[in-house]
């Protein structure tokens, strides 16, 4: 029930807020955060209600209602360690997200109030649903309140990018609704049809691969858009820049992360040899956007388009990660969603901070604000850190494990791939440092930057929990890994299942990592066809460890 | 052939809504005085009791569906809903034109006894299962429409547009009167059964081209009924001109009798395998919802004129209805065709319904200029009048096919029925479109709320009726989006055919 009411309290708060005095602007944003704190408080509830143990069920906190069971709906949600990391990953950033509007916006409130709450129920639903038209239905519900918020609050070309955000997402979505029904007709006989995601992960896997192909390439479009990956990114700098500064927070703190939690839950378990055929392409795509990302990021002299392409980028990783098909790498990709929430959301607030000084994103604009507003500067600082990959920062222990992940996964040509995604990271440390170069340090050029507020409480609010994150995070990541990994081990299970050849880490090279920190060799066997089978060279099932613990502590590493 | 105590039950809808209109008609002629408000609630009442008599009826009929005596029309679960449906769109005309003709001095009983005429009509038009009954039945529809769509006879733009859907409506029924013609002369009978017993049992060629022939008559003749394209050329022009609760009443309750019979023609007198059988109508009706729902989706894009827009957009809705006709071409997956029809039609109806008593709250009273409807009207309107702008982003959500609206869970049904009857190419391509629309739709939100009202903005008019028809379509549309279930159970148990 706790898991229920956390998805539906912030839309019980709209509704309750919906009642309130529009012009009582303060009363409607203290009511908001009422709600979003209390559902922030159920989050950790559920955190402390989930069983992190390996042993566990698959999904944990589970209820099933009877929706339509004439056409054979459920409403049924449960999580497992991935989809908990990222509520309460949600959980956390739309208070802040509100928070950090304060500000900023001042007309229409109420409905800016709503349209959040709204959101945040949408996202909490999609991640907790494991109805297939549950989640569809929740994934559409966060399509209007987005393009709401981009296009009521947003800026000058506000309209245009609202609507190339909902046309292109919806253009995915609708092909996965087609390829949804085809699901449901293919598995099962007439009477035992179901949207129950457990009962067709059953099936969906037996299916033939052509069809798999179809299948997997509608879910992976609708995905890949909401990623956004390499060709299909196009609306999302567009999306970043003229959306409000809360807007930005969620949108690139969780929302993009529906796109590869999409494949983590949907895309690859449901069709596991669809998506080893297309692993490489997929790879290939997250190392062009890893590389083109960064290298747009160069050329950016606006700071929140500069933070919208590195989202490009840092996505990249998170999708390079999930191809692996390696424990590590998925782990690693599933905390890296977790970083590039914190830290990019911290970012984005951070600009639009600045924006409400100075009413500027323009790097030229700025330069040496540090000596003006020291605090901002300070802050700024960590989360670029974080945001590049630090050790000590949360950012390196996500991009550590996706690339030796990489690099120690059957992909074909592996090293390369971990080579482009090195190259990204360095890149990402020079955009990431010069735009900070160019802001904050050397003389302040501007007079209109010299008598800059520094951080205001309200803002030390908004940022002080997202720096703690970015640091506790860097030090301690056990708690969450170990709830991340039985996930992980559970995907690669089930692709081990069909193609042994090509997926799964084996033990050795775990145990070789946690010693001496150097991956091990990647596996240079030469892969069986996919199409048949029958001719996989039988290998030795590998049991993965039960208990995991992959990683050297950062600092010991790289002092 | 002798009428039996049962068979006037089962007709007792079409009864209430007759004797309504008989009694408006009567009391409008011995009135003194101007106090009328009593038309639009014994409308009303009338529409309602009919529903709720058709809702009565629909358990038994479920269970036992009959034809009455003399086999000219039947009691099913299908007319059941689709007559429910139909008195739900009356519903939604009367209170959007009480609203509508109060400001313009113009409530008259006549209106009122039109609209449950021609709802009456409608009625019939889904019970019938004889093609002279059904030829009949639509007559009375059409020629009651008609008379509707001229009602504000001082202004040029209903006239015309009476004119036009007069004379495009003869030629459907011309069509369909030959097609059904052609049908009588290969089977001798005109009684739908019986015609269906022929088709499926070929004897001779000549019986079974005579039949073809007849068949793709009818469908053109339905095919300007429902607009499909190419038969929709009136549409637009005709939904435009009409007095706005005309309109509605057009594209909901007279699209749902059409398609009603539509279906029962072609499953009872087409359904089973043969010449003039699903192999035919399949594709040709795969073909025409293909052009529709792309066609309609494609000119609503370009159009500026709200009324205009969403008359395209009742073109392309046809082509989602048609894609549930298509299916139940498929005999297995029948039922769950025809009542993801159902469902679609009944979402459609409290969607369009809605968003045509929006357009009708913010018209002028006086004659409409050539640019009345246009976009600029509904700008700034979430500023000033968030209820009214809520509830329109609600019905056009529904629309486009966005959950969580009644209108999403009729796509979803209408495309798996598609799926599950082996038309994959027709839930793709009808995907594909409902993209299109999505832009559309999308774009009158934008107007709403991100646009600022216009200098010389129209006062949005406050009339209770008007009002409370937006506000049951919006309310009507999130309910059965979220709590979907018992509207879906109806509709899969009214999907099937009796007679």
């Known amino acids: 029930l706790s898991l229920n009411l956390l998805i539906f309290l912030p839309a019980i708060g709209a509704i309750a ?101 709204l959101l945040e129920t949408a996202m909490l639903g999609t991640l907790a649903a494991i109805d297939l038209v549950l989640f569809y239905v929740f994934w559409e519900a966060m399509l209007l309140p987005m393009y709401l918020l981009i296009g009521v609050w947003g800026y000058e070309r506000r309209i245009y990018a609202a609507v190339k955000f909902f046309i292109y997402t919806m253009a995915g979505s609708l092909l996965m609704l087609v390829a949804i029904l085809y699901l449901y007709a293919a598995t099962g006989g007439p009477g035992s049809r179901t949207f129950d995601l457990p009962a067709i992960l059953a099936h969906a896997p037996h299916l033939a691969l052509p069809v798999q192909r179809w299948l997997f390439f509608a879910f992976a479009l609708s995905f890949a858009i909401k990623v956004p990956m390499f060709p299909l990114h196009t609306w999302l700098p567009d999306a970043h820049v003229e959306a409000p500064a809360a807007g930005s927070i969620i949108l690139a703190g969780v929302l993009l992360k529906m796109g590869t939690f999409g494949f983590v839950r949907y895309a690859f378990p449901l069709f596991p040899q669809a998506a080893i055929q297309y692993r490489p392409l997929l790879a290939v795509l997250a190392v062009i956007g890893i590389v083109y990302g960064a290298l747009m990021s160069l050329s950016q002299s606006d700071m929140k388009k500069l933070v919208a392409y590195s989202s490009v980028s840092h996505l990249g990783f998170v999708m390079l990660g999930l191809c692996a098909l390696t424990v590590e790498g998925i782990t690693g990709s599933v905390y890296q969603m977790l970083n590039h929430g914190i830290s990019t959301g911290a970012l984005f607030a951070l600009v639009g901070f600045l924006y409400e000084r100075r009413h500027s994103r323009e ?74 170069q160019r802001v904050f340090f050397g003389p302040v050029k501007n007079e209109a930057n010299q008598g800059l507020a520094d951080l205001t409480p309200r803002e030390w609010t908004v940022l002080g929990p ?5 640091i506790g995070m860097g030090l301690f990541p056990g708690p969450i890994l170990s709830r991340i990994q039985p996930a992980a081990d559970r995907l690669v299970h089930r692709l081990e299942h069909t193609q042994p050849a090509l997926v799964g880490t084996p033990l050795a090279s775990l145990a070789r990592l946690r010693v001496t920190g150097i991956p091990p060799r990647p596996n240079q066997g030469t892969p069986a066809p996919i199409d048949e089978p029958g001719a996989v060279p039988s290998i030795p099932r590998i049991h993965l460890p039960q208990t995991f613990h992959p990683l050297p502590r950062p600092q010991g590493a790289h002092p | 052939m002798s009428f039996t105590l049962d068979d006037l039950l089962a007709l007792s809808p079409v009864i209430a809504l007759s004797a309504g209109a008989l009694v408006l008609m009567l009391t409008e002629v011995f009135l003194r005085g101007e106090r009328r408000g009593y038309q639009a609630i014994a409308t009303a009442v009338t529409a309602l009791a009919a529903a709720l008599l058709y809702v009565w009826l629909g358990p038994e009929s479920i269970a036992k569906p009959r034809a009455l005596s003399g086999g000219f029309a039947v009691i099913d ?21 009480a609203g509508f003709l109060k400001p313009r001095a113009a409530e008259r009983g006549e209106f009122y006894a039109l609209c449950l005429l021609a709802a009456a009509g409608m009625c019939l ?69 019986e015609i269906g017993r022929l088709s499926a049992a070929p004897q001779v060629a000549g019986t079974q081209a005579l039949l073809l022939a007849g068949l793709v008559l009818l469908l053109v003749g339905f095919g300007f009924k429902i607009a499909a394209v190419p038969f929709h050329m009136w549409a637009p022009d005709v939904y435009e001109g009409s007095p706005t609760p005309v309109t509605a009443f057009m594209a909901i309750a007279v699209k749902t009798a059409a398609f009603g019979a539509l279906l029962r023609v072609l499953i009872t007198a087409f359904g089973e395998t043969g010449l003039a059988g699903p192999e035919t109508w399949r594709p040709l009706l795969g073909g025409l919802a293909i052009l529709t729902m792309v066609g309609g989706n494609l000119w609503a894009l370009s159009e500026r004129s709200v009324k205009r827009m ?26 769950e065709a025809v009542s993801s ?47 009214s702008a809520a509830a329109m982003t609600v019905l056009m959500l529904s629309l486009a096919g966005i959950p969580p609206t009644a209108g999403f869970m009729g796509k979803f049904l209408i495309f798996r029925a598609a799926v599950d009857a082996g038309e994959l190419p027709l839930a793709i391509v009808g995907v594909v479109s409902a993209l299109l629309g999505l832009y559309y739709y999308l774009r009158l939100i934008v107007y709403m709320y991100m646009r600022p009202a216009a200098q010389t903005a129209v006062p949005v008019h406050r009339h209770w009726p008007g009002e409370a028809a937006v506000i049951a379509g919006a309310a009507a549309t999130l309910w059965f989006g979220i709590l979907t279930g018992p509207l879906a159970n109806a509709a899969q148990l009214s999907g099937l055919f009796g007679g």
């Open chain 1, 17 to 117: 807020i919906a009642l309130l005095p529009r012009e009582e602007h303060g009363q409607l944003r203290a009511a908001a955060l009422t709600f979003m704190l209390a559902t922030f408080g159920l989050a950790l509830w559920v955190w402390g209600a989930f069983d992190p143990s390996s042993a566990a069920p698959e999904f944990q906190l589970e209820t099933q209602w009877s929706w339509a069971p004439s056409i054979g709906f459920t409403y049924h949600v449960g999580i497992d360690g991935v989809a908990l990391v990222l509520m309460l990953l949600t959980a956390v950033l739309t208070p802040l997200a509100l928070l950090s509007a304060f500000q900023s916006v001042r007309e229409r409130v109420k409905e800016f109030v709503i349209a959040l709450l």
């Open chain 1, 363 to 436: 790097m030229s604009q700025y330069g040496g604000l540090a000596a003006v507003v020291p605090a901002l500067a300070a802050v700024f600082l960590i989360i670029t850190l974080s945001s590049v990959g630090l050790p000590g920062t949360n950012g390196f222990v996500g991009e550590f494990l996706i690339l030796s992940g990489t690099f120690s996964s059957k992909l074909p040509q592996s090293p390369w791939y971990t080579m482009f995604g090195a190259l990204g990271v360095i890149l990402g440390a020079v955009y990431m440092l010069w735009m900070y």
């Open chain 1, 466 to 470: 997202l720096v703690l994150l970015a």
């Open chain 2, 77 to 97: 679960g299908f007319s059941c809903f689709a007559g429910a449906t139909i008195c739900i769109g009356l519903l939604f005309a009367t209170l959007i034109g």
């Open chain 2, 125 to 193: 038009l889904v019970q019938g299962n004889d093609l002279l009954f059904i030829f009949v039945a639509l007559e009375t529809m059409s020629i009651a429409t008609y008379a509707l769509a001229a009602y504000l006879r001082a202004e040029s733009r209903p006239t015309e547009a009476a004119f036009k859907y007069f004379l495009l409506g003869a030629v459907s029924s011309a069509f369909f009167l030959f097609g059904a013609a052609l049908c009588f002369g290969a089977s001798g009978h005109t009684q739908l059964t």
């Open chain 2, 310 to 335: 969403l008359a395209y957009s009742s073109v392309a809705h046809a082509g989602y209805l048609l894609v549930g006709v298509v299916s139940s071409g498929n005999l297995e997956t029948r039922g």
């Open chain 2, 341 to 387: 029809l159902l469902y679609y039609a009944a979402a459609y109806t409290a969607a369009a319904g809605g968003a045509l008593g929006v357009v009708a709250l913010l018209e002028r009273v006086g004659p409409e200029s050539g640019q009345a409807w246009d976009l600029d009207r509904f700008a700034g309107l979430g500023q000033r009048r968030p209820f």
